[in-house]
């Protein structure tokens, strides 16, 4: 795709959506949700957040992109763990099964990445009460891939959590979050397969579990998009880790890092920088390349003027 394409389409992003009659709204950081009494309408738009926190600026074509990669990993997933989509009626948008979120973040680490490497950096040699071995370095391959949970805070940052304080803070029962670390650690099996087909590396990533009206346990949110995920190519890890490099990566990971070069990590007093528009065009860039290097598919993004004209008309054929 064409930078000067996504430099056009800078002022034809989706910021959010007001539906009337697509039922109750709330929003998320990235995420537009309707519930009705039988299903979600959940319209991923293309706001970004790092740290915590949405960035004033929208990334064209990113909500297409995370929309479409989750489609396409609910479905390479769906005989793995059973997950709420039931249609994806337009680019942003999935139609799903009502589910009670649960409030812990099942967060599956295979490298030395991201947090993980900044607390082993500084010292740690313990995460989520799950041991690091000495002598690791930035992006190294982890023995065996590991469960760090974390909880979903409503406001600020979400904090590493162990299983056992899980379980005495009442966020879940221990039959539950057993459950639910195996299907993490399976579904991070098989993103690390379809990872490795595509020549990349699945590093990390998180997954989100609701329960259904009649108690059922699903996948929900999102899963192996770049949002939640970080992957690094395949081609040269080796090389690369051996001469101490930074791993050439798809990830939302190179935003945070553009947001600490210019003094900012969500802390207390530090001032939230405006994205100017090359990088805008330079993010979403990254993400369509993400797209079609994992699905091996090439992005077929929607050019609607008006994208949220576009979405309603969509939402209104689904609920009508």
């Excluded at 939640?228 to 395949?234: D, I, P, T, V």
Aim: glycine share 8%; proline share 6%; charged share 30%.
């Amino acid at each position: 795709m064409k930078r000067a394409t996504i430099h056009d389409h800078l002022d034809h992003t989706l910021r959010e959506t007001h539906f009337n009659g697509a039922g109750t709204r709330y929003q998320g950081k990235v995420r537009d949700t309707y519930r009705q009494p039988d299903r979600l309408v959940l319209v991923t738009t293309d706001r970004i957040s790092a740290f915590d926190h949405v960035l004033r600026q929208t990334i064209p074509f990113k909500g297409q992109v995370l929309n479409q990669v989750a489609a396409y990993f609910f479905e390479a997933t769906k005989d793995v763990v059973p997950n709420h989509v039931l249609s994806v009626p337009d680019p942003n948008v999935t139609v799903a099964v009502p589910c009670e979120p649960l409030p812990i973040e099942f967060v599956v680490r295979g490298y030395l990445a991201g947090h993980a490497w900044r607390v082993y950096r500084d010292g740690g040699r313990s995460l989520c009460g799950k041991s690091l071995p000495d002598g690791l370095k930035e992006g190294s391959r982890l023995p065996a891939p590991i469960l760090t949970p974390a909880t979903k805070a409503k406001e600020g940052h979400d904090e590493d959590i162990t299983r056992r304080e899980a379980i005495n803070r009442g966020l879940i029962d221990a039959e539950t979050f057993d459950q639910l670390e195996e299907w993490s650690l399976r579904l991070f099996e098989r993103g690390s397969e379809l990872a490795r087909e595509q020549g990349l590396l699945l590093v990390d990533t998180k997954y989100e579990f609701g329960r259904r009206a009649n108690g059922d346990l699903v996948l929900i949110d999102e899963v192996h998009t770049p949002d939640s995920s970080r992957y690094y190519y395949a081609d040269g890890y080796d090389e690369r880790l051996r001469r101490g490099e930074p791993q050439q990566q798809l990830s939302k990971e190179f935003v945070r890092e553009w947001l600490m070069d210019h003094g900012f990590q969500g802390k207390a007093g530090q001032t939230l920088p405006d994205l100017p528009d090359d990088f805008r065009v330079t993010v979403a860039e990254r993400y369509i390349e993400l797209y079609e290097t994992i699905t091996g598919q090439a992005f077929e993004p929607d050019l609607h003027p008006d994208p949220a004209a576009r979405i309603q008309a969509s939402i209104a054929r689904v609920v009508n």
